[in-house]
């Protein structure tokens, strides 16, 4: 972090918002930049339902009180939705109004790329911004973590599990989509962590007459129930579980998780690191830093510049990818 120059005035009143996907931690972080700004002397203002919000005025101030007992809610107490209008110059315009006449110096906006495109924009127009990765995806480049991934991870795995439980009783193969439409971190893991006999990804290639050559193979020693882990992104469980039903003549269902991996109580790494991001956020604030994104790099959490936050590329695990499969059947 920089400090503050000569003359410069630190934020008297900052806002909070949540943006894109709703993901379980975010409560968290909101509850940490409150208490931060409140113990410094800074007024809070909760911007509801993202950036929609910011610019039809519907803001509340926040007081101590007002963010208790939220850490373990799942979802955002200040909601999201979408705002096309804010993809204009106008709708970011007008945004930026309203926070100069409510007296808002500074924004934390808790989302992903596209809400750190738009933290990007209110910058240009004087607000200062500090993005938070609020995403269960992980699928933020300039982090190795972003908040809920955790959380939805051990959702999806504990589903995984149960599910075995009747796969096993039915010698059936079960292909589980997981949610990650442009990336396959949730179902890398959570492959690798329930013992899955394979795990496909847009990351990595796939082979469904390998697959199937494996499963009828390991049948032949006596296995007779298997778990294929797909991410979202890849395409059509369903049809995926039909092809591989014919070519084995295993018994194939489907099963899509989907939205219930964003909900559920946030797990302790997520309200820990949300709270963490949440109050270095404050403290950039209060020392006039705008245009950076919250990150943890190194296991320690750290700030970078957006545009260079968003023109990062991150790497895929190809090594835990080998060793699933390695260790599979």
Do not use: W
């Not at 610019?55 to 926040?62: A, K, R, S, T």
């Amino acid at each position: 972090m920089e400090a503050l120059k000569d003359g410069e005035i630190m934020a008297k009143a900052i806002g909070i918002l949540t943006s894109g996907g709703d993901a379980p931690g975010m409560n968290a972080a909101v509850r940490a930049v409150t208490r931060a700004a409140l113990a410094k002397g800074i007024k809070v203002y909760g911007i509801r339902r993202g950036y929609n919000g910011l610019i039809n005025g519907d803001i509340v101030e926040l007081g101590a009180r007002d963010v208790s007992g939220i850490m373990q809610r799942g979802g955002t107490v200040l909601y999201t939705a979408r705002c096309p209008e804010f993809r204009t110059e106008e709708g970011i315009a007008k945004a930026a109004e309203n926070c100069k006449k409510m007296g808002v110096d500074g924004i934390v906006v808790i989302g992903g790329d596209g809400s750190f495109r738009g933290a990007a924009d209110l910058s240009r127009h004087g607000i200062l911004c500090i993005g938070l990765p609020g995403t269960i995806d992980n699928d933020i480049a300039c982090t190795e973590y972003t908040i809920g991934y955790d959380t939805a991870m051990n959702t999806a795995m504990e589903m995984i599990d149960k599910l075995r439980d009747t796969t096993q009783s039915h010698d059936r193969c079960s292909v589980v989509e997981v949610m990650g439409r442009r990336a396959g971190y949730i179902a890398l893991n959570v492959g690798l962590a329930s013992g899955a006999e394979a795990v496909l990804t847009l990351e990595e290639g796939y082979d469904l007459d390998e697959i199937a050559a494996s499963m009828i193979n390991a049948s032949k020693t006596g296995k007779k129930h298997f778990i294929i882990v797909v991410a979202e992104g890849v395409g059509n469980a369903e049809g995926i579980a039909r092809e591989l039903q014919e070519k084995t003549q295993i018994e194939a269902r489907a099963t899509i998780l989907g939205h219930v991996q964003r909900g559920g109580i946030p797990t302790l790494r997520d309200r820990v690191i949300a709270t963490e991001m949440g109050y270095y956020a404050v403290e950039l604030l209060e020392q006039d830093i705008s245009n950076r994104v919250v990150g943890m790099k190194d296991g320690k959490i750290y700030d970078v510049d957006i545009q260079e936050a968003l023109s990062m590329k991150k790497e895929f695990p190809h090594k835990r990818y080998k060793i699933v499969h390695d260790t599979a059947f």
